[in-house]
C-alpha cells in the first residue's frame, strides 16, 4: 500500500478512536447522571409512599371520629325525640279541648254589650 494512504488512515482511525472515547466518556457521565437522577426518583419516590402512608392513617382516624360524632348525634337525637314525646304528654291535658273552649270565649266576647232580650230570642227562636 502506498504510505500516504497508510498515513491517512491511520490518521482517519486515530480520530476515529479519539471521538469514540469522547463518546464514551459522555455516556459515562450520562450513565452517572442518569443513575444519580434515579437514585433521586426513589427516594423521592420511597418519601412519598411515607407521607401517603402517613395520610392514610390520618384519614383513618378521621373516619373513625366522624363515626363516633354519628353514632352520638344518633343517640342524642333518640333522647331528644324521646323528652320532646315527654313534654307533648306532659302538656296534653292542658291543651285538650282547646278549640271548643276558644269557641266558648268567642261566642261569650261576641255576646258582651248586646240586648239580653236580643241574646235569648237568637238561642230560642222568635216566640
Request: overall charge negative; aromatic content about 6%.
Amino acid at each position: 500500500m502506498d504510505r500516504e494512504l497508510i498515513a491517512y488512515l491511520d490518521e482517519h482511525f486515530r480520530e476515529m478512536s479519539q471521538q469514540m472515547e469522547g463518546l464514551r466518556q459522555e455516556f459515562g457521565g450520562l450513565r452517572e447522571e442518569t443513575s444519580q437522577k434515579l437514585d433521586e426518583l426513589r427516594e423521592e419516590n420511597r418519601h412519598t409512599r411515607v407521607v401517603v402512608e402517613g395520610l392514610r392513617s390520618d384519614l383513618q382516624l378521621l373516619a373513625e371520629g366522624v363515626m363516633a360524632n354519628e353514632e352520638k348525634a344518633s343517640v342524642r337525637h333518640a333522647e331528644m325525640i324521646l323528652e320532646i314525646e315527654k313534654v307533648k304528654v306532659s302538656i296534653a291535658p292542658y291543651y285538650q279541648n282547646l278549640d271548643q273552649r276558644v269557641s266558648r270565649l268567642e261566642q261569650w266576647a261576641d255576646r258582651q254589650g248586646r240586648d239580653a232580650m236580643e241574646l235569648i230570642r237568637e238561642k230560642f227562636g222568635k216566640r
